[in-house]
């Protein structure tokens, strides 16, 4: 392994900053039930005197098993009128720290909901990002030969403020690592961040591309959904497309989008008939990948766990190469699991909250507690006024780091299809139904005289074939195969929708949604296949 002491470049900043925190994260895993005790009583003590601390006495709360006793276990609407407080009077019900900021979540289809943000929930993150980042500089020292893209989707929303004047949305991701660090992490950026002021989707993607092909030095990226991915490259797969983005490389313009690159104040690209030619080359290759296109590139991070799954078969051959490292689970109120190379799954973030696991009998479970191989849902206490707060993910235990569990997120806890009581669990659905095809699909329930469900297919194959092999897949589900032998629900369709992932991405942008964010869901729900109808084949 290389001697990351030596490092030289924008990264030996970031590696000094982060040096260390690996090992003393590793360090704290054996006695992971004892940390997170101290984490809640941290939590509990610099909230005692809050509306909310009062209310549930947390200055007598000294015990895990007693919080659990004396604090409800909450979901947003029992803590909407005391976030409500905070956004429109500026009260701090919730904590005795001033919020500092909201951030707007909710689920994959809608359902706007408030989560309020402190300077110290905000170290919460930090506590994770600090020895990911310093595994992934040893681990993958190749990172450091080049440069880093951290997805930056457009903008796509208005900066706004509460009536109270707290701001929604932080003013860059950047304010997770904190000043020094953020700083430090630009310097290793190939693009310049006021790409995001880009509005227009077209316009977004054709300079973004461009861009970055024209960075031969590539050597990281950080996207979430692996569709997004797919959703930027997509022009290289469309000869003319790829003919105006090459044409752009080689004479340094940004073509009919100038405009747009001079409004949000991007540098002009340098003309580079060079770069031009040698990627004309590797995209005439039948099978580019993208280490043809960046030949230093180490690391492609991204989701690749629940309805993520199912784009990595298409992912595998343009993957070849490089590294591929999943994420853990970085919900909008915590982050809870992060990965290290040395680990199959991400391991718990014991010190970025509290966390308690939900079995199937509705038992709260500490970290230590857990049975691998069994699932559960996440319960989280935050330095940001979220107590005992159910946040709708669902973890299978996949092993133990010393005390920690290591964690694959497998879903959305209620993300089922049910016509006629065969109650469809999404991971369920996505590994029955993964190795029969290739592409993004989606899993429709159609409720006619006749219920039936609708497999919707990207790509083309044997139609009839498909539909009796994922009906076959779906009758494991014993509720399901006794719903088909009752004839309560009729076989299995299968229909094609060509460019079904770019459908949904489309559809997510116009409704205002960062395409960076979107997880396209493998479970279709109402009115989803009216927007697709059209399109089927």
């Known amino acids: 392994m290389r001697d990351l002491r030596r490092m030289n470049g924008p990264w030996s900043a970031v590696r000094a900053q982060v040096a260390g925190a690996r090992e003393r994260y590793l360090g704290l895993l054996s006695s992971a039930r004892r940390c997170q005790e101290a984490v809640l009583g941290r939590i509990l003590a610099r909230n005692a005197g809050s509306t909310y601390g009062l209310r549930y006495r947390f200055g007598a709360i000294r015990r895990?098993?007693?919080?659990?006793?004396?604090?409800?276990?909450?979901?947003?609407?029992?803590?909407?009128?005391?976030?409500?407080?905070?956004?429109?009077?500026?009260?701090d019900t919730l904590t005795s720290d001033p919020?500092?900021?909201?951030?707007?979540?909710?689920?994959?289809?809608?359902?706007?909901?408030?989560?309020?943000?402190?300077?110290?929930?905000?170290?919460?993150?930090?506590?994770?990002?600090?020895?990911?980042?310093d595994d992934l500089l040893l681990s993958y020292p190749g990172i450091a030969e080049?440069?880093?893209?951290?997805?930056?989707?457009?903008?796509?929303?208005?900066?706004?403020?509460?009536?109270?004047?707290?701001?929604?949305?932080?003013?860059?991701?950047?304010?997770?690592?904190?000043?020094?660090?953020?700083?430090?992490?630009?310097?290793?950026?190939?693009?310049?961040?006021?790409?995001?002021?880009?509005?227009?989707?077209?316009?977004?993607?054709?300079?973004?591309?461009?861009?970055?092909?024209a960075r031969e030095e590539l050597s990281f990226i950080s996207i979430w959904s692996p569709s997004f991915l797919g959703e930027l490259l997509r022009p290289l797969s469309e000869a003319r497309a790829?003919?105006?983005?090459?044409?752009?490389?080689?004479?340094?313009?940004?073509?009919?989008?100038?405009?747009?690159?001079?409004?949000?104040?991007?540098?002009?690209?340098?003309?580079?008939?060079?770069?031009?030619?040698?990627?004309?080359?590797?995209?005439?290759?039948?099978?580019?990948?993208?280490k043809s296109l960046w030949p230093r590139l180490s690391v492609l991070s991204c989701w690749t766990h629940a309805s993520s799954k199912v784009f990595l078969p298409r992912m595998a051959k343009r993957v070849e190469g490089i590294n591929v490292q999943g994420k853990g689970l970085v919900a909008t109120e915590a982050i809870v699991s992060l990965p290290l190379a040395s680990m199959?799954?991400?391991?718990?973030?014991?010190?970025?909250?509290?966390?308690?696991?939900?079995?199937?009998?509705?038992?709260?479970?500490?970290?230590?507690e857990l049975s691998v191989g069994e699932c559960y849902s996440i319960v989280i206490t935050t330095l940001g006024g979220l107590y005992r707060y159910r946040i709708g993910d669902l973890v299978s235990v996949r092993g133990y780091q010393g005390e920690a569990p290591l964690l694959e997120f497998t879903g959305r806890e209620g993300q089922t299809v049910d016509l006629v009581g065969e109650k469809l669990r999404e991971d369920f659905v996505v590994e029955a139904i993964k190795p029969l095809v290739h592409g993004f699909w989606m899993l429709a329930p159609v409720m006619d005289v006749s219920p039936h469900y609708r497999?919707?297919?990207?790509?083309?194959?044997?139609?009839?074939?498909?539909?009796?092999?994922?009906?076959?897949?779906?009758?494991?589900?014993?509720?399901?195969?006794?719903?088909?032998?009752?004839?309560?629900?009729?076989?299995?369709?299968?229909?094609?929708?060509?460019?079904?992932?770019?459908?949904?991405?489309?559809?997510?942008?116009?409704?205002?949604?960062?395409?960076?964010?979107v997880k396209p869901p493998v479970l279709a729900g109402p009115g989803d296949l009216d927007f697709l109808r059209g399109a089927l084949r």
């Not at 895990?64 to 009260?91: C, K, N, W």
């Open 455 to 517: 497999l919707i297919a990207e790509e083309r194959g044997a139609d009839e074939a498909l539909a009796a092999a994922a009906d076959r897949a779906l009758c494991t589900n014993p509720q399901y195969a006794y719903a088909r032998s009752l004839g309560q629900l009729g076989p299995l369709r299968v229909s094609r929708c060509p460019d079904l992932a770019h459908r949904w991405l489309m559809r997510a942008a116009r409704d205002g949604r960062r395409i960076g964010d």
């Open 64 to 91: 895990a098993r007693q919080y659990q006793q004396a604090v409800p276990l909450t979901r947003y609407e029992e803590l909407e009128a005391d976030i409500e407080e905070i956004a429109s009077r500026g009260r």
């Open 242 to 290: 790829a003919a105006e983005v090459l044409e752009g490389i080689r004479s340094g313009s940004f073509s009919r989008h100038e405009d747009a690159a001079r409004a949000a104040g991007l540098p002009r690209l340098d003309p580079s008939p060079k770069r031009a030619l040698s990627l004309e080359e590797a995209l005439g290759r039948q099978e580019w990948t993208l």
């Open 344 to 368: 199959p799954y991400p391991v718990l973030a014991v010190e970025s909250a509290f966390y308690e696991f939900l079995d199937a009998d509705g038992r709260a479970l500490l970290c230590d």
């Open 146 to 213: 080049g440069g880093a893209y951290w997805a930056v989707s457009p903008v796509a929303r208005q900066h706004e403020r509460t009536p109270s004047g707290i701001r929604i949305g932080l003013d860059s991701d950047s304010e997770y690592f904190g000043a020094s660090l953020a700083q430090a992490v630009s310097e290793t950026l190939v693009l310049p961040p006021a790409i995001a002021k880009i509005g227009d989707l077209d316009a977004w993607r054709f300079i973004t591309l461009a861009s970055l092909l």
């Open 99 to 133: 919020v500092i900021a909201f951030e707007r979540t909710g689920g994959s289809r809608g359902g706007s909901k408030l989560i309020p943000y402190t300077r110290a929930s905000i170290e919460g993150f930090r506590s994770a990002l600090l020895p990911w980042l």
